[in-house]
């Protein structure tokens, strides 16, 4: 579905972070991208989304395809609509809004609004708690119950492929069984195709049908997760086992 040919990306015409990227997405599966701080993950995610641009950045080589089209350097709002939504780092929600507001503008890519409400029932089917706050103000909710805005908002834009940057990032190890079991639950149910990067490796190959690992903008090493869980450096460096 989605397929990354020896991408190079550029910031400011001379930083040079990844470095002849070359990954694949599988429809239907859950990839897990991983590497430590800095090595380039939100950069290769952004670089797929088209929210490159907006920082001053560019692919210089290489290619990304998306369902058989060139996609590389588009503006985000057409590879939005060609079905690609990036869940950013940091739970970006509008503090404002309430959660159903939040939802509400979730859906600005989809041509059909009557199915909004299905589309709500959806998220409060995934996330029930959301269906709870839904008049609350986002920027009093909880580290978690943003990152569930976050993705529910994913979720309303029904797309084919799901971008998650750091799903796990400053939450309690409970709520990241939590999320990271739904983003399962979303995959196998609704057919979800998802990309999650992830410092925690542990709880993103568990959910996981193949990993990579990237360090100083290349990937070292992939695989299938059994086959990554083996790995003795992979059980070393990244999940803390010896
Ligand atoms: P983290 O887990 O900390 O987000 P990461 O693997 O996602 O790390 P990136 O955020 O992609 O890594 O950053 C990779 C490199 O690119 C870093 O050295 C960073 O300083 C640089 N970089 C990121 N964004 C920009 C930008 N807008 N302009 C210039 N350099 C940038």
């Known amino acids: 579905m989605l397929a990354l040919n020896n991408v190079e990306v550029v910031y400011d015409r001379v930083i040079l972070v990844l470095k002849g990227l070359s990954l694949s997405v599988p429809e239907g599966k859950i990839v897990a991208l991983l590497g430590s701080n800095g090595a380039g993950k939100t950069t290769t995610l952004k670089a797929i989304s088209g929210l490159l641009q907006a920082e001053n950045g560019r692919v210089t080589d290489g290619t990304i395809e998306f369902c058989g089209a060139d996609i590389t350097n588009r503006d985000a709002e057409e590879i939005a609509r060609r079905g690609i939504f990036q869940v950013m ?58 990152q569930m805005l976050a993705i529910g908002r994913a979720l309303m834009a029904r797309p084919k492929l799901m971008l998650l940057d750091e799903p796990s990032l400053g939450l309690a190890p409970l709520l990241v069984a939590e999320i990271f079991k739904i983003i399962k639950e979303i995959n196998q149910q609704e057919g979800t195709t998802i990309l999650v990067v992830e410092q925690n490796a542990n709880i993103a190959l568990s959910i996981a049908d193949y990993g990579y690992i990237m360090e100083n903008g290349k990937i070292v090493l992939e695989g299938d997760v059994a086959k990554l869980k ?8 990244y999940l803390g086992l010896t």
């Open 89 to 146: 780092e940091g739970r970006r929600v509008f503090e404002h809004l309430t959660v159903e507001e939040n939802l509400i503008a979730g859906s600005y890519t989809r041509k059909d609004r009557r199915h909004l409400k299905k589309d709500l029932a959806l998220v409060y089917h995934y996330f029930p708690r959301l269906a709870d706050l839904k008049h609350r103000v986002a920027g009093y909710l909880s580290g978690g119950e943003q």
């Open 230 to 237: 083996d790995n003795e450096d992979v059980r070393e460096f």
